[in-house]
């Protein structure tokens, strides 16, 4: 669940909002529409250790490229492209996976 407060009254009440960041979202609108999120410490720490940076090949190094190109995937997690279903999910997995 998710709490929805205007940027001004967070201002006015912003020990209310604090709190209640604690236990669930707060969203913030100005205008009409969402600006931020005000969010416990817990919930930005989950949140911050799944938080993955997408980069083109283009931008890694030759040294990261070779540490890829000389990675081994484990059994459970290979598959090939024409495993997946249109959504990118595994539609046969290998065995033991």
């Keep these: 669940m ?7 009254e967070a201002r006015k009440n912003f020990d209310l909002w604090h709190d209640r960041s604690r236990t669930e979202p707060v969203q913030i609108t100005e205008h009409g529409r ?20 997408a980069v083109a090949i283009g931008d890694l190094s030759d040294a990261e ?4 190109l ?22 046969n997995p290998k065995p033991g996976a």
């Design 2 to 8: 998710t709490a929805t407060v205007t940027a001004s």
């Design 65 to 68: 490229m070779a540490l890829i």
């Design 34 to 53: 969402e600006t931020a999120y005000l969010v416990s410490a817990e919930t930005f720490h989950e949140l911050w250790s799944c938080y993955r940076k």
């Design 70 to 91: 000389a990675s081994d995937v484990p059994e459970e997690h290979a598959y090939e492209i024409s495993d997946l279903d249109e959504a990118g999910d595994a539609t």
